[in-house]
C-alpha cells in the first residue's frame, strides 16, 4: 500500500475532528475483527469449519477486507470487487491481517468528505455483462460495511460451533439496525 493512503483516488486527505458515520462505523469493524483475531489461535484461524463448507475463518476475514481495499485502491476511481487480489496472506498469517486492519484504519481516519466514484460490475456468469455505474466513496463504504457484517455473522457460527473456548461479544455480526431493535424491545 501507498505510504500515503489518503492521497490516493481523490479521496480527501484532512483529518477532521468528528469522522464521518460510515467511517466510525466501519472502523469499529475492523476492531470487531483485531478482537476475533487475537482471540483464535493460528491453528484455528487457519482450521476449515464444516459450517462454512469447509471454508475457514481466514478466508472469509480475506473476503471481508478485500472489499476495503478494493475501495482504497480503487484506479481512477473506480472500485471493482471483481478484480480483488484474494490475497492467500490474509487468509493463513494473522499478522498480516492485523497490518492491512491497521492500514485501513489508517486511512479511515484521513477521509471527511464525499468522492464520485464509479463501479464496474458483472452479474453474468459468462463475463458479459461488464457495466460501470455511478457510486461514491461513502456508499461503497456502506456496502463493504454491510457485506462485513453478514459475514461477520458467519464467522460468529464458526466460533461458536468450532471454537466455544472464544467469546465475542453479543454484538458480533449482528446489523446494527437489529441492535437497536433488540435495545427497543427490552426498554
Not at 483475531?37 to 462454512?52: C, D, G, I, S
Not at 480503487?74 to 471483481?82: C, F, L
Not at 499478522?95 to 481516519?109: I, P
Request: aromatic share 6%; hydrophobic share 35%; glycine share 4%.
Amino acid at each position: 500500500m501507498d505510504s500515503d493512503p489518503s492521497a490516493r483516488n481523490g479521496h480527501p486527505s484532512p483529518k477532521t475532528a468528528e469522522l464521518p458515520p460510515i467511517v466510525e462505523h466501519s472502523k469499529r469493524q475492523f476492531d470487531e475483527l483485531q478482537r476475533l483475531v487475537h482471540a483464535l489461535t493460528a491453528e484455528q484461524y487457519r482450521k476449515p469449519a464444516a459450517v462454512l463448507s469447509n471454508a475457514n475463518i481466514g478466508q472469509h476475514m480475506r473476503h471481508v477486507l478485500e472489499f476495503y481495499l478494493c475501495i482504497l485502491n480503487a484506479e481512477h476511481n473506480t472500485v471493482d470487487y471483481d478484480a480483488r487480489k484474494r490475497d492467500k496472506a490474509l487468509e493463513t498469517d494473522r499478522v498480516a491481517v492485523l497490518g492491512t486492519l491497521d492500514a485501513l484504519k489508517a486511512w479511515m481516519e484521513s477521509l471527511s468528505d464525499d468522492a464520485d466514484m464509479s463501479m464496474m460490475v458483472d452479474h453474468s456468469t459468462d463475463g458479459s455483462g461488464s457495466t460501470r455505474m455511478r457510486t461514491s466513496l461513502f456508499r461503497e463504504l456502506a456496502y463493504a460495511f454491510d457485506h462485513g457484517i453478514h459475514h461477520l455473522a458467519l464467522l460468529r457460527i464458526a466460533v461458536e460451533q468450532e471454537h466455544r473456548t472464544v467469546q465475542l461479544h453479543p454484538d458480533f455480526g449482528v446489523a446494527p439496525s437489529t441492535i437497536r431493535d433488540r435495545r427497543k424491545q427490552n426498554a
